[in-house]
């Protein structure tokens, strides 16, 4: 934006009779053919065709390095734009590792609760101890009271 004015533009002559594809080319390479090698641009008078093909050289020149120019800024931010998509998509990812380390600690504190109320050592073995002695003792009620058909005396 260092540049707001513009010179008053000339648009190219195309002949008729050039094809679409030659019109351009004829426009472009021939004008600076007709200027000889020994008239300058500043030595030209200001309505020559030498001068105005210069002068439309030098806009289709101007256009170009702004193109350019544009291309460039584009490119630096679409390479911004791949940089913070990147640092989403990381960001995105430490997320849901978090979410599963969470989903995680939750299942592990579930089977702890759920392993913490299962009784322990002691009730255990009380429970075998208790079993084991009123299987004997049904066995010899059994053995000495005898039922028919159960055990034999």
């Not at 053919?33 to 641009?41: G, K, L, N, S």
């Amino acid at each position: 934006m260092a540049n707001t004015a513009t010179p008053i533009r000339m648009e190219p002559t195309v002949d008729p009779a050039a094809q679409p594809a030659d019109a351009l080319r004829a426009a472009v390479e021939t004008a600076p053919a007709a200027v000889p090698a020994t008239v300058r641009e500043t030595d030209a008078p200001a309505s020559s065709p030498a001068r105005s093909a210069l002068d439309q050289l030098s806009r289709i020149e101007d256009k170009a390095a702004r193109i350019e120019e544009k291309y460039a800024r584009t490119e630096a931010l679409l390479l911004r734009v791949t940089d913070k998509l990147d640092a989403a998509t990381s960001q995105m990812g430490e997320a849901a590792r978090q979410a599963d380390l969470e989903a995680l600690r939750q299942e592990v504190a579930g089977f702890s609760r759920r392993i913490s109320s299962l009784p322990g050592f002691v009730s255990l073995m009380v429970t075998a101890l208790v079993t084991a002695l009123l299987t004997a003792a049904i066995v010899v009620a059994l053995q000495k009271y005898g039922l028919p058909g159960v055990l034999p005396r």
